[in-house]
Structure formats: C-alpha cells, structure tokens
C-alpha cells in the first residue's frame, strides 16, 4: 500500500521560513517523481515543486521559485520542502503526492499559516 505522510506545518509570520517533510513507503521511492502540491483557502490545488528521484530534476511554480526547495533522501524515502521568504499567499493545505504533473497517490496535508 502507497502511503505518504507529510510533516512539518504550523503558522509563521510573514519572511518566516519552514520545512515540509514528507516520508513515503509502499513503492520504489528512488524509481519514481514526487512532489509539493498546495490548495489555498478558497482555490484549487496547484502544483509547487516536483522533483525526478531517479535524476535529480526539479520542477518549480513560478510564484516559489528562489524561494523554496525541493529535494530528497532516497535512503529515507523522504521529499522535503524548504520554504523560504513567506508571504501570506503562501498560506494553503501542502500536500505530498507520488507523480508530477499529476499524481496518483497523495498524502494527507499539512497545514501552513502565514501571517502578516
């Protein structure tokens, strides 16, 4: 069974920075492409970042690019997002999801509160 687990939210004040976790078990981690998907209050889900575990590539939205990263350790079947400069848009449920542009499995969400 495909399960991904994300950790790491909370509330932030505006500049703030946070890290996303998110552990993955159930499939060939090193095999595949995950990545961070938000959904605002009110809004669709969106993609944030993407990232290939077999090379490496990235895949960013333009409204995070410079700001966050996406990156992976394959020997603990972990994706992570480092979140820096946050704004107040960048408040949203975040979740981890196995497949870029469009997944197959997704975790639960954590919740990210950016205030002003």
């Known amino acids: 069974e495909v399960q991904l687990v994300e950790s790491g939210g909370g509330l932030v004040q505006t500049g703030g920075s946070l890290r996303l976790s998110c552990v993955a078990s159930g499939f060939t981690f090193d095999d595949h492409v995950v990545g961070w998907f938000r959904q605002p209050p009110g809004k669709e889900r969106e993609g944030v970042a993407c990232i290939s575990s077999i090379d490496g590539a990235t895949y960013y939205a333009d409204s995070v690019k410079g700001r966050f990263t996406i990156s992976t350790d394959n020997a603990k079947n972990t994706v992570y997002l480092q979140m820096n400069t946050l704004n107040p848009e960048d408040t949203a449920v975040y979740y981890c999801?196995?497949?870029?542009?469009?997944?197959?499995?997704w975790g639960q969400g954590t919740q990210v509160t950016v205030s002003s």
């Open positions: 999801a196995r497949h870029c542009p469009v997944p197959d499995h």
